[in-house]
């Protein structure tokens, strides 16, 4: 009978008790209000953790707004000074090509300006580099 009763203890095992089941309660209460307030105590980080700033949106977009605004108060102006050229040519045909020519010139300038600002604009609070 020793043999049957060394064999069937070592397979029993206990339930656990109602102070154990309590215990692990406990415990992982514990863990799960710890990690609770250790979560609250956090802070929001600001954007320049990441290295891009909000301001930098807002400064590209005025940058942007700026280039179409010198635009097409340039367009503004020369259309105007090509209307006077072309009233002083009045009908001389050699006049008015040498007007026309130099108008398309200033057209292509005012473009080629427009470009030039907002190429600017992209580089505008992102560094640059030794190239």
């Not at 600001?46 to 097409?72: A, H, I, M, N, P």
């Amino acid at each position: 009978m020793d043999r049957f009763r060394s064999r069937s203890s070592r397979n029993h095992r206990r339930p656990p008790t109602r102070l154990r089941l309590l215990a692990t309660r406990l415990i992982l209460l514990l863990a799960l209000v710890t990690a609770s307030f250790t979560l609250i105590q956090c802070r929001q980080v600001g954007d320049r953790l990441t290295g891009v700033g909000v301001g930098q949106f807002k400064r590209k977009d005025s940058c942007f707004k700026e280039c179409g605004k010198e635009y097409r108060e340039d367009l503004k102006d020369e259309e105007r000074l090509n209307r006077g050229e072309v009233r002083e040519c009045g009908d001389d045909l050699s006049c008015l090509a040498i007007e026309e020519a130099r108008h398309q010139a200033a057209l292509q300038t005012i473009e080629a300006a427009l470009v030039t600002c907002l190429n600017g604009c992209h580089n505008q609070g992102g560094g640059g580099s030794d190239r």
